[in-house]
């Protein structure tokens, strides 16, 4: 039989990523038409150790569904990585009375929620917030389109001094090990190239597009680089385009955390809304240990364990596409 819910905690753990405050306030306000209590984990697993806990309700969270960032805040905890801390965590659960988590934030994030569900009598589920897109089981995770279009903007405006200069540049974007970002900016913002994790191509590919675009008249020249791609950082990369063209004046522009910051996008907010009530309403019905996504506009529920062990896979269609819209 499963255990009755009538309080629920919700925290965010990890980076932070646009949409999770809607996601938050799907929750308190789901809880709240299900008439249960909502309580809000400060500073991530770190506040559930340290007992930073708060109950809340709807007017906790108004005017947040636009904010980006998180307002319970977040950290990463060596702590709940042990299971003296985690005991600690359960142990300010049950003083409080509450009987359910759901928790927000990426691939770790899970594996601590795995690790508690496993070891307490805690149902937790899981909402996928990060901007880096790689977790299986959903199209989209909760920041990630907010990041795509923070990058656009970005291009969009570069571009302006690309045309005037008549310069390369490469704009470097996060997504740790995972192009999708990259990718997906790249084609939206009309860049010459993108340099991706999931590839091994040489540097002679590059020096190839670079070219091609050369021999079409394409003066202003946007190449976008991942962080974690396998050619190197971007100051290697350009360098070597440098040797190789030094008649070319090329110019590096990383992002860095811009890309997580700013108001969330509507695909985000809706994204975050839809998880948030699932997450509610999977409580009650008696599940635990499953992060839930939406695949193909269906929400799907996939166990902790495969989603940790999992990645999403990027789709190199959409490589192949911008290759063909750059000549």
């Known amino acids: ?24 306030r799907a929750v308190v306000r789901a809880g709240k038409y299900y008439n249960k209590k909502i309580y809000g984990i400060y500073e991530g ?4 150790i340290e007992n930073q806990i708060l109950e809340l309700n709807a007017r906790s969270v108004k ?25 600690k965590a359960y142990q300010n659960l049950k003083a409080l009375g509450i009987d359910a988590l759901v928790v927000i934030g990426g691939n770790g994030t899970f594996t601590g929620a ?29 920041g990630f389109d907010t990041a795509c279009n923070v990058v656009i903007d ?22 740790r090990d995972s192009g ?7 084609l939206a913002s009309g860049a010459l190239d993108v340099i991706l994790p999931e590839e091994q191509a040489p540097m002679e590919d590059l020096f190839h597009e670079l070219e091609k675009g050369a021999s079409n008249n394409k003066m202003n020249r946007i190449i976008i680089v991942s962080e974690g791609n396998k050619l190197g950082d971007t100051y290697e990369i350009a360098n070597a385009v440098r ?13 860095g955390h811009l890309q997580r910051g700013g108001s969330p ?34 929400l799907k529920f996939t166990d902790f364990k495969e989603a940790i062990a999992s990645k999403s896979e990027i789709d190199m269609e959409l490589n192949r596409i911008l290759k063909i819209l750059s000549t």
């Not at 999708?180 to 790249?186: D, S």
Request: glycine residues 10%; contains cysteine; hydrophobic residues 40%.
């Open 1 to 24: 039989m499963a255990k009755e819910i009538n309080s629920i905690g919700v925290l965010t753990s990890g980076g932070d990523a646009p949409g999770m405050n809607a996601a938050i």
């Open 45 to 48: 697993y770190q506040g559930l």
């Open 63 to 87: 005017n947040i569904l636009e904010r980006g960032g998180t307002v319970l805040k977040s950290s990463r905890s060596e702590e709940f990585k042990t299971v003296e801390g985690r005991r």
């Open 114 to 142: 795995m690790h508690f569900s496993s070891e307490f009598d805690i149902p937790v589920m899981g909402l996928p917030g990060t901007i880096d897109n790689d977790l299986a089981g959903t199209d989209f995770t909760i």
């Open 154 to 175: 970005c291009v969009d405006k570069i571009r302006d001094t690309a045309e005037s200069h008549n310069r390369l540049f490469f704009v470097e974007v996060m997504g």
């Open 180 to 186: 999708f970002i990259a990718l997906r900016a790249g």
């Open 243 to 255: 040797e190789r063209y030094p008649h070319w004046e090329s110019k590096i522009t990383i992002l």
């Open 265 to 298: 996008t509507c695909t985000d907010r809706v994204l975050a809304s839809r998880l948030g009530v699932a997450s509610v309403e999977s409580l009650l019905q008696g599940m635990s240990g499953q992060a839930i996504g939406i695949v193909n506009d269906v």
